[in-house]
């Protein structure tokens, strides 16, 4: 099973930018699906998650912000994020509870993508 982000870059402050996250591999289902954020030295930091369902978590400083969103028959989960600000560069992960199937066995482990760097600045 592997993750693949996409979308990152270089933004202006106030601009936008959408990353996706792609699950591939033998995926049996897709629990919760989310967005990490780290800066050099900093511990990562929850962004914002998304269920099956769909209900939606969003750390506080980017509620109103961001937008979580997913494609269940894609396996992919998206980030829109408006009105972006120098605060918000970081590497960005994407993470996926992941349950697997193999030999009749059921096991559901966390996935990480490998992070895709967003840079906000003039």
């Known amino acids: 099973v592997q993750l693949q982000a996409f979308g990152g870059g270089w933004v202006q402050p106030g601009g936008s930018l959408r990353l996706s996250c792609a699950a591939s591999?033998?995926?049996?289902?897709?629990?919760?699906m989310g967005w990490y954020r780290q800066d050099p030295g900093k511990q990562r930091e929850l962004v914002a998650t998304v269920t099956s369902g769909g209900s939606t978590r969003y750390a506080d400083s980017v509620k109103g912000q961001f937008t979580i969103s997913r494609d269940n028959a894609k396996n992919t989960v998206y980030l829109q994020m408006n009105s972006l600000k120098p605060e918000d560069t970081a590497v960005y992960y994407c993470?996926?509870?992941?349950?697997?199937?193999?030999?009749?066995?059921?096991?559901?482990?966390?996935?990480w993508g490998q992070g895709t760097l967003l840079t906000v600045s003039s």
């Open positions: 993470n996926a509870q992941i349950t697997t199937r193999c030999l009749g066995r059921f096991s559901t482990s966390d996935y």
């Open positions: 591999g033998t995926i049996f289902s897709i629990n919760a």
